[in-house]
């Protein structure tokens, strides 16, 4: 299994992102994803997840800003990030349902 995440950057407060995370090793649509984040000096954070139905949910800081996406003929997830905070800023995670795999990151800063 392997999850290599891209689309990370430094943007200006109130701008927009989009994450990508390719999936390989295993089919995406048969497993939940997840997108996490950890900012400097603080813990690990979940910003939203969609399972294998579709259902999505968001932590309430991503909520109204942020959306999950999944294509499941690219094997790739997706999280569009718009109205950028500086509170945003930290690497942010794609990781398997049950936080079994994990991708190396990606940095956002948000400055």
Wanted: charged share 15%; aromatic share 10%; glycine share 12%.
């Amino acid at each position: 299994v392997q999850l290599v995440e891209s689309g990370g950057g430094l943007v200006q407060p109130g701008g927009s992102l989009r994450l990508s995370c390719a999936a390989s090793g295993f089919t995406s649509s048969t497993y939940g994803m997840n997108w996490v984040r950890q900012a400097p000096g603080k813990e690990r954070e979940f910003v939203s997840a969609i399972d294998s139905d579709g259902r999505i949910s968001y932590a309430p800081s991503a909520k109204g800003r942020f959306a999950i996406s999944k294509d499941n003929t690219k094997n790739t997830l997706y999280l569009q990030m718009n109205s950028l905070k500086p509170e945003d800023t930290a690497l942010y995670y794609c990781v398997t349902s049950g936080y079994a795999y994990w991708g190396q990151g990606t940095q956002v800063t948000v400055s």
